[in-house]
């Protein structure tokens, strides 16, 4: 099924596009544009990563269009402003070109997973990293698009404990989704609420409370997309 490969590769998107790619290289794509040697660089490692997950000689070709193409959306996006409508157009863009390479793919050749490794393995470590570094930059994009600023205190800081907090939350509330324990999100929401309760600083409590529906919002969905593709 064209579904399998096309989780694969976004395994694969997921890994190469948030995981390995730094700061560093992001910033450098932008203020750098076509100069830019991570562009080159990030566009090979898409291309690697693209063809081993598949483990198939023959998908080399269909790796280098992804390539190409992922190549071509970020090279299109360096001269864009960074906030969250250009970051969601640039992910859809990328999802749209690995199901169309997934669905061609399919259509011409039988392909199945390696190794023994199920669909539902592969969904689950999709939503795992979704859930880690993509979903923190899309909030924090979100936030700042709608003017929900993070509390001074807080900026100043090095360690960012609200988005320690994010991730263990989301990985909670999509371990109860997978395993159908909605009763537990309550709970989980509950106690946030306890904890935040005395904070009388509106600007503060305005921003989490913000960060933790979209937080909730983005591991509910990703949880039942999991299910729904496993």
């Keep these: 099924m064209w579904i399998e490969l096309f989780?694969?590769?976004?395994l694969a998107h997921v890994v190469a596009d948030f995981v390995l790619q730094t700061r560093k290289g992001c910033r450098d794509k932008v203020e750098r544009k076509w100069r830019s040697l991570y562009h080159y660089s990030h566009a090979l490692v898409v291309f690697a990563l693209s063809w081993l997950v598949v483990w198939d000689v023959q998908f080399w070709w269909c790796a280098l269009v992804i390539a190409v193409t992922h190549f071509a959306i970020d090279m299109?996006?360096?001269y864009r402003e960074e906030n969250v409508v250009w970051f969601s157009v640039?992910?859809?863009l990328h999802v749209l070109v690995l199901v169309s390479v997934s669905m061609f793919w399919s259509c011409r050749n039988v392909?199945?997973?390696p190794f023994g490794i199920t669909t539902r393995i592969v969904a689950v470590a999709v939503a795992v990293l979704i859930c880690w570094k993509p979903a923190n930059?899309?909030?924090?994009?979100m936030?700042?698009?709608y003017s929900v600023n993070m509390p001074e205190d807080d900026a100043k800081t090095g360690f960012n404990a609200g988005a320690l907090i994010g991730n263990l939350e989301r990985w909670l509330i999509l371990a109860f989704v997978l395993m159908q324990h909605y009763e537990a999100l309550g709970l989980l929401i509950a106690a946030k609420s306890i904890i935040r309760f005395g904070d009388a600083q509106t600007r503060k409590s305005e921003y989490v409370l913000a960060g933790t529906l979209l937080s909730i919002f983005i591991a509910l969905v990703t949880g039942l997309m999991v299910g729904m593709a496993s």
């Excluded at 989780?7 to 976004?10: D, Q, T, W």
């Design 7 to 10: 989780l694969s590769l976004l």
């Design 76 to 78: 299109w996006k360096s």
């Design 90 to 92: 640039d992910q859809f």
């Design 111 to 113: 392909w199945s997973l």
């Design 137 to 141: 930059i899309f909030i924090k994009l």
């Design 143 to 145: 936030l700042r698009y």
